[in-house]
């Protein structure tokens, strides 16, 4: 893998030196990871202009969930506790004969990017931008790998639990259960936390789980998602409890579902993010629910659970190939519930099979 950072810190140099800086300092912790291996609490990473340093408040955790530091890559610890890693950058790349450092402004406090211009007066700083995220829009196929076991824990754990006894139990009570289950398969922990909506809750998106009991006939909708070696998948479905479902929840489970497929579908290199949206969004908004729908219809991910691409209205780009993402339309009634339907794929080229479906569990409408 030191080959793989190396690699990734060669071409974020580039993009800086294109812009007229010598130096770099990356803060957010995500990207820190993904050009060194592991974001130790507070870590930073200055690309020097002599050379790379992983700069830490501290001696790094050797917990192997934080991710292991790049072996070929210098660790500097600040030498007494309470600095600041990111003003030590700067007056790292200052003593490396840096004239210009390039930082993350949308990462870094006002009063942090102060005290990196009090301590380095010398140097010019300019704005990084995004350049970190957009070179981790494309994953590569260890990246993938590794959603691809995330997607597969959490396909475990939902499956355990819906061979369970649900009627009775609170929502609050499966998600802990669900995220235990998540660990307890390999997990580093959950990709966020775990959504369980049941009756009126349900298909409510990013709800938090209350001490509301499952009962006979309620949607149940689940959203959950598993950590692997920092990289986070996510999956949600939507079944019902205990009986036959009624015709409204039929018809609904069943415009969600083909709201669902149409967005996979166009999942393909060079299709535009807006188009995946509005594929999906056309057929909700068709039936009468447009104006209750979420801001966007996917989104990508990786490192983080919210990532780019965002699959919206007015999103601007194109898919690649061996980009992540989420297809996640629903439908919430308020007062009576609703459906969520929610996957993580990789955009492949029709040559090699279309979209790889990583969530496998079915979605199947099932009576549980």
């Given at each position: 893998m030191s080959e793989v950072y190396a690699t990734r810190r060669t071409r974020l140099r580039e993009r800086c030196n294109a812009g007229g800086s010598a130096a770099a300092l990356v803060s957010r912790p995500a990207n820190v990871r993904y050009l060194a291996g592991a974001a130790p609490h507070a870590a930073v990473l200055l690309l020097g202009k002599r050379e790379d340093l992983l700069v830490c408040a501290g001696p790094p955790d050797d917990r192997p969930t934080e991710g292991?530091?790049?072996e070929t890559l210098r660790l500097h610890t600040l030498p007494s506790p309470g600095g600041d890693p990111a003003v030590a950058a700067a007056d790292l790349a200052t003593a490396q004969g840096a004239d210009s450092l390039a930082v993350e402004e949308h990462h870094l406090t006002v009063s942090r990017h102060r005290a990196i211009g009090s301590?380095?007066?010398?140097?010019?700083?300019?704005?990084?931008g995004n350049a970190v995220e957009q070179l981790r829009v494309v994953k590569d196929e260890e990246e993938i790998s590794c959603l691809r076991i995330g997607a597969e824990i959490a396909d475990q754990a939902l499956g355990e639990l819906l061979e369970s006894i649900l009627?009775?139990?609170?929502?609050?009570?499966?998600?802990?259960?669900?995220?235990?289950?998540l660990v307890d398969h390999g997990a580093d922990g959950p990709a966020f936390p775990t959504s369980v909506a049941t009756g009126a809750n349900a298909g409510r998106r990013g709800h938090r789980p209350t001490d509301r009991r499952v009962e006979e006939g309620d949607f149940l909708s689940v959203c959950l998602g598993a950590t692997y070696?920092?990289?986070?998948?996510?999956?949600?479905?939507?079944?019902?409890?205990?009986?036959?479902?009624a015709d409204w929840q039929i018809e609904l489970y069943d415009l969600v579902f083909a709201a669902q497929r149409a967005g996979r579908e166009m999942l393909a290199p060079g299709a535009a993010y807006r188009d995946v949206d509005r594929a999906a969004r056309q057929v909700l908004d068709s039936a009468g629910y447009g104006a209750g729908l979420p801001a966007l219809i996917g989104h990508g991910v990786g490192l983080e659970i919210d990532e780019d691409p965002q699959l919206a209205p007015t999103a601007m780009g194109k898919l690649d190939a061996c980009v992540p993402v989420t297809v996640e339309p629903g439908v919430?009634?308020?007062?009576?519930?609703?459906?969520?339907?929610d996957d993580t794929l990789v955009v492949r080229p029709e040559a090699d099979g279309g979209p790889e479906l990583l969530t496998i569990t079915t979605k199947e409408l099932l009576a549980l």
């Open positions: 292991r530091p790049d301590v380095a007066p010398a140097l010019r700083l300019a704005d990084l009627v009775g139990r609170t929502e609050r009570h499966l998600a802990l259960e669900l995220e235990r289950r070696r920092g990289y986070r998948c996510e999956i949600g479905r939507t079944f019902v409890i205990g009986t036959s479902p919430h009634l308020p007062g009576r519930g609703g459906v969520r339907i």
